[in-house]
């Protein structure tokens, strides 16, 4: 596991060599990416962000939305994040050759799915097409201890309320809390746990098993040609 559990404006966790390029950065200043081929995935740990984005030709304060402690998004690049308070933090997570959707939330205090060993999570940000990119929000528990597992891909995530650990059994332990950023490289068998504390965290991951195609979502399942007759 790569893990900043501190991380100061600008640090980064680099993962274009990956399969599915990535980085991930940590604000507290006015952060700019200026690359038109991306999509900025975000979650706001404290303060207010104003953000804006290229597409929308937005470039002055005032004019992009404007992100509390809580909310996540998915954003079109070029994108500038500016700190509308004091000790602000975000987390921006950029994945390089895909465009995703605009979108703005807030997240809620519980998964809406279950999950494996009592958690429960929420695809914030599905993905547009099946294999596309997704945004998730994990919930923990108190006094959950998760069966390992691994994933085929890697995982980049941000711990945003709670605090907890993870863990590889009799190989390596980390402490988990608030704006601790973390990545999962591919295939790496991990699992979390929390004790007199629930841990959130959200996860971004580069592709999905999971979406709509042209040939099965809801618009077309629902149109009726015959209308039932013959």
């Known amino acids: 596991m790569i893990l900043l559990q501190d991380p100061k404006n600008g640090q980064e966790i680099d993962q274009t060599q990956s399969m599915y390029p990535t980085k991930m950065f940590a604000i507290t200043e006015t952060f700019t990416f200026y690359d038109?081929?991306?999509?900025?995935?975000?979650v706001v740990t404290s303060g207010k962000f104003e953000v804006s984005s290229q597409i929308n030709e937005v470039s002055d304060i005032g004019q992009g939305y404007v992100a509390h402690a809580g909310n996540f998004m998915s954003m079109k690049t070029?994108?500038?994040?500016?700190?509308?308070?004091?000790?602000?933090?975000?987390?921006?997570?950029?994945?390089?050759?895909?465009?995703?959707?605009?979108?703005?939330g807030r997240i809620e205090d519980k998964g809406r799915l279950a999950y494996i060993d009592g958690c429960t999570d929420t695809l914030l940000v599905p993905p547009p097409r099946k294999g596309d990119a997704c945004l998730n929000y994990l919930h923990f528990p108190k006094n959950i201890k998760q069966t390992q597992h691994l994933h085929p891909s890697i995982r980049m995530g941000v711990v945003i309320n709670g605090h907890g650990v993870a863990f590889q059994e009799n190989a390596w332990e980390h402490e988990l809390r608030k704006g601790t950023m973390f990545c999962i490289p591919e295939g790496e068998v991990h699992s979390f746990s929390t004790g007199n504390s629930h841990m959130d965290i959200v996860a971004y991951h580069p592709d999905s098993d999971f979406g709509p195609t042209d040939e099965n979502h809801p618009m077309l399942n629902k149109t009726l040609i015959n209308h039932g007759t013959n």
């Open 78 to 104: 070029g994108v500038t994040c500016t700190p509308l308070e004091e000790n602000s933090q975000m987390f921006a997570i950029i994945r390089y050759g895909f465009r995703g959707l605009e979108t703005l």
């Open 36 to 42: 038109n081929h991306c999509t900025m995935f975000g």
